[in-house]
């Protein structure tokens, strides 16, 4: 018998709920509405903020380094340096190194030359425009403002350093707009065997929010002796400052719709309520504890937010869609990660809502109810 019982009980208790949504469709289907509205745009929300989120930072990361590993004046970085920094990085990043020299061209007019992986460089740089990237041993590129400087007819040149010549090819221009455009760019091998100097800087672009990114410099920084790691400021405080009013702004959005559908919830509860009180005094009547009551209440609440909840996560993916190509021209990626947020947040807002009517479903008195009055 006691099996049986155990049986029952939840079956029974599902014909109840079904029941209670049947015979009661409008308000089961205004609850359910508003908490679908609720949960679409939440979903929404959530999903364009972080696939806006991923977007900017990739884009971000095309506007080159947002970290700085420098060497002291007038040196250059110690020999093993490069390797700790990829080692800190642990694949979340590119780190290009660079060294500098003052050169003189056959006139005796002073250059800036760099040597750089120039196929790192070209990674880190995306917005760098450039004619063509080297790709040959002892090929340049050269900047726009030193063009004029060290091959005006766009011809070989050589370039003196501490009494050592170098004879170089103008692969390709580079603009900026900056100081690049005043220097020519080697590849690190090159430059390397024509001075002997060894990096004096390396430039890292970090994935990563900017608390990840502020944490990075600081274990750089406690791992590289003698050298400064600092972050590149405007990148950061620029991509901190889009990142937060996008936050902020869909916040406001989805908090403002969330309060609201949750007003209607409330509602919608506090009159199915007033319309069920015969059934629930009968229920009480019949044996039911107050427990029992509220918690079939509660259950039809949750259900209710479950419910909604995956209808409107797949209307606001739709939503999000839409509004990306819409206004973005950019499709946005479907984040099933938001779903679990989505679902606890509306089961959440439908049981809080219930807590109301749930006080007014103590206060059913069966002999008053029931004699009609």
């Not at 999903?47 to 095309?62: A, G, P, S, W």
């Not at 995306?126 to 590129?141: F, M, N, Y």
């Not at 009159?271 to 509660?298: H, Q």
């Not at 950019?330 to 779903?339: D, G, L, N």
Request: overall charge positive; proline content about 4%; some cysteine.
């Amino acid at each position: 018998m006691r099996g049986q019982r155990t049986g029952r009980g939840p079956s029974m208790f599902l014909r109840m709920l079904m029941r209670a949504a049947l015979v009661r469709r409008g308000r089961a289907a205004s609850a359910l509405l508003a908490v679908v509205i609720a949960a679409a745009v939440a979903t929404a929300m959530m999903t364009l903020y972080v696939d806006v989120q991923v977007k900017l930072r990739k884009e971000f990361r095309r506007y080159g380094a947002n970290i700085v590993v420098v060497a002291p004046e007038s040196k250059t970085l110690a020999p093993g340096t490069m390797e700790k920094v990829e080692a800190g990085l642990n694949g979340r990043g590119l780190a290009v190194p660079f060294a500098y020299a003052v050169a003189r061209t056959s006139d005796g007019s002073p250059v800036v030359v760099a040597g750089t992986d120039l196929e790192r460089a070209q990674r880190l740089n995306t917005w760098w425009s450039v004619s063509q990237w080297p790709t040959a041993k002892e090929d340049a590129l050269v900047g726009l403002k030193a063009l004029p400087v060290v091959s005006p007819k766009s011809q070989p040149f050589d370039l003196t350093f501490d009494g050592r010549t170098i004879h170089l090819n103008p692969a390709g221009t580079l603009h900026t707009g900056a100081t690049e455009d005043s220097r020519v760019y080697l590849s690190l091998a090159d430059f390397t065997n024509w001075t002997g100097l060894q990096p004096s800087a390396i430039e890292i672009a970090a994935t990563g929010s900017s608390e990840d990114i502020s944490a990075m410099v600081t274990r750089l920084g406690q791992e590289l002796a003698g050298v400064e790691v600092r972050p590149v400021r405007q990148i950061m405080e620029a991509e901190g400052r889009v990142l937060g009013k996008t936050r902020a702004a869909l916040l406001a959005s989805a908090i403002l719709i969330i309060l609201t559908a949750a007003l209607c919830v409330l509602a919608t509860l506090t009159g199915w309520v007033l319309d069920r009180r015969r059934d629930f005094a009968i229920m009480k009547a019949l044996g039911a504890s107050e427990r029992l009551v509220s918690g079939f209440f509660a259950a039809e609440a949750a259900v209710i937010g479950a419910v909604g909840a995956l209808l409107g996560f797949g209307i606001g993916i739709g939503v999000a869609a839409w509004i990306g190509e819409a206004n973005f021209n950019s499709a946005v990626t479907p984040r099933f990660s938001v779903m679990p947020i989505v679902l606890v947040g509306s089961v959440a807002v439908a049981l809080i809502s219930s807590v109301l009517p749930i006080a007014l479903l103590r206060r059913v008195q069966p002999a008053t109810i029931l004699r009609g009055e």
